[in-house]
């Protein structure tokens, strides 16, 4: 049962609580790792409220979802936490091989979560500016402070490029370019799969052609669908539905 | 200035010389920002030391462009993992496995894992080593991975 257990978590989807399983079944030696703190990090990540929801959303939606600092800082922290207890576990030992894949397993994820980010904001850089600066007070951030840097960073080193390389020699009513008219905005109109995770109701979708017309629909709980971004978006913010 | 002379004659001849100039000033941003972008993938690709190969490809203001977003990157990367920060650069694939096989492609001498041990990376040689240490140098070409 210990080696099923094994084998199966080494083939299946990432980010599988292997480490909780073990600790269930297996030898006391892992009594040693203070249980709850590390592995429940690790269980939220496969539940509802946390990490691979806030990845999964992410990576699906067009535009730059609201950031989440403190999940990464948990993630993180739980990641040398194990880190720390892998060293002073005693070598050779197939427990420490296996936490060794979970903390690859979540070090992929919450990389692959912060690249994803990185990417979106290096596409849609003058938006995702543009609107953190019209961001009224009360409002949460979508970039962190340190995203933000990068963001600005990356903005003034674009800018100062294609001035020197080519609108300085233009001339000097073409001195001045947009970019936020010349990037293109993110597609809020694409298409996204979903899961609804809390009922809602009269969602008002608009209509696709001239014959239509907009019509309400009622979301059910556990039911998937294909929709626009755009109709859905503040229920992606708020947690109702996850994006597939 | 044309126009302020008051010849309205000549007032779609300025329109169109205008969109001609618009329409050549995209052209070279559009040119010009997509190489930004492939400069851009070669960091994630390359890692911070580009060959000299792409190096001589590319133009001054490029290669100062190159550095500031490399040290960008770094320090936003620095600042998000705890201490030493995360290299999100690594772990682009999700893990199979802990250890994998691999064959050297050139030589590179001495290389060193975690546990201390030193192994030595002469051509051709195959070798089972952690995923983690590997995947820089295979994005690099020394090593290949064997499937």
Redesign the interface.
């Known amino acids: 049962m210990y080696l099923q257990c094994l084998t199966e978590s080494m083939t299946s989807t990432p980010v599988t609580p292997v480490a909780f399983r073990l600790w269930r079944l297996g030898p006391d030696g892992l009594c040693r790792f203070p249980p709850a703190a590390v592995f429940s990090g690790a269980l939220r990540l496969r539940r509802g409220r946390s990490r691979a929801p806030a990845w999964l959303n992410e990576k699906f939606a067009p535009e730059l979802l609201e950031s989440k600092p403190e999940i990464i800082e948990c993630v993180v922290e739980q990641l040398d936490h194990m880190e720390a207890n892998l060293k002073r576990a005693k070598r050779g030992d197939l427990k420490v091989s296996v936490h060794r894949m979970e903390i690859e397993r979540i070090r992929y994820v919450l990389s692959s979560y912060l690249r994803c980010r990185l990417v979106k904001i290096e596409k849609f850089f003058p938006h995702v500016l543009e609107k953190e600066k019209s961001r009224a007070e009360g409002e949460p951030s979508i970039l962190s402070p340190e995203e933000f840097a990068f963001a600005k960073e990356y903005m003034a080193n674009t800018e100062t490029y294609l001035k020197n390389v080519a609108l300085k020699h233009m001339p000097p009513n073409l001195q001045k370019v947009s970019l936020l008219k010349s990037v293109p905005k993110p597609n809020l109109d694409s298409f996204v799969f979903l899961r609804v995770l809390e009922r809602q109701e009269n969602i008002l979708v608009e209509p696709e052609t001239d014959e239509q017309r907009e019509y309400t629909i009622d979301l059910e709980e556990g039911s998937q669908h294909l929709i626009r971004y755009k109709t859905i978006a503040p229920l992606v913010a708020s947690g109702a539905v996850q994006l597939i | 200035s044309d126009a302020k002379s008051g010849r309205t004659d000549l007032i779609f001849l300025i329109r169109f010389r205008h969109c001609c100039?618009?329409r050549n000033?995209?052209c070279?941003?559009a040119y010009?920002?997509d190489r930004?972008l492939r400069i851009?993938a070669l960091r994630w690709e390359y890692g911070s030391v580009l060959p000299n190969t792409i190096q001589f490809h590319m133009?001054a203001?490029?290669v100062?462009?190159f550095n500031?977003?490399k040290k960008?990157?770094a320090?936003?990367m620095r600042?998000?993992?705890?201490?030493e920060g995360?290299d999100?650069t690594?772990?682009i694939?999700?893990?199979?496995?802990?250890y994998i096989e691999v064959r050297c492609l050139r030589d590179y001498g001495e290389f060193e894992i975690d546990?201390g041990t030193t192994v030595l990376l002469k051509k051709n040689s195959q070798h089972f080593l952690p995923?983690?240490k590997c995947e820089q140098l295979i994005r690099q070409g020394v090593l290949e991975h064997i499937l």
């Not at chain 2, 600042?79 to 201490?83: A, W």
């Not at chain 2, 694939?93 to 802990?98: A, E, F, G, I, N």
């Open positions: 100039l618009l000033q995209r070279i941003l010009l920002y930004l851009r133009s203001e490029e100062e462009w500031r977003y960008s990157l320090t936003y600042s998000v993992g705890g201490e995360l999100l690594q772990d694939k999700p893990p199979k496995s802990l546990d995923r983690w």
